[in-house]
């Protein structure tokens, strides 16, 4: 079988590799920069059947803590950001994702202004 430019031989043993999910450059844009705003994700449909990424998945291997995870995620990062207005990357800083299995940034560097008193 060819895949992608590449020849799978009858009977090899293939692993799927996690890490590749959401990396598809025909599916979007920068594939592989780190972008929590990535306009090319429809969160609308991110936890259901419909999403056009792969996380929590829906059907045979659907993680059902993931709506406990949404709301808990919804709730810390609100919470986060409206103490820390202009949150931005700190000068200079790039993300970059490592990992084999699962993929995740090694280090976030960010700065911010303070709040008002």
Do not use: W
Not at 13 to 19: N, R, V, W
Not at 35 to 53: I, M, T
Not at 72 to 93: H, N, S
């Amino acid at each position: 079988m060819e895949l992608s430019g590449t020849t799978i031989p009858a009977g090899a043993t293939c692993i799927l590799m996690l890490a590749a999910a959401n990396r598809d450059e025909r599916h979007f844009q920068r594939p592989d920069e780190f972008d929590v705003h990535r306009p090319d994700l429809d969160v609308g449909k991110a936890f259901s059947g419909a999403a056009n990424h792969v996380q929590f998945v829906l059907g045979r291997h659907f993680c059902v803590g993931s709506l406990l995870a949404r709301a808990e995620m919804t709730v810390a990062l609100d919470l986060v950001l409206d103490r820390l207005p202009g949150l931005r990357y700190q000068e200079g800083f790039t993300p970059r994702e490592a990992g084999l299995y699962t993929r995740s940034v090694e280090s976030l560097l960010v700065e911010f202004d303070p709040a008002p008193a």
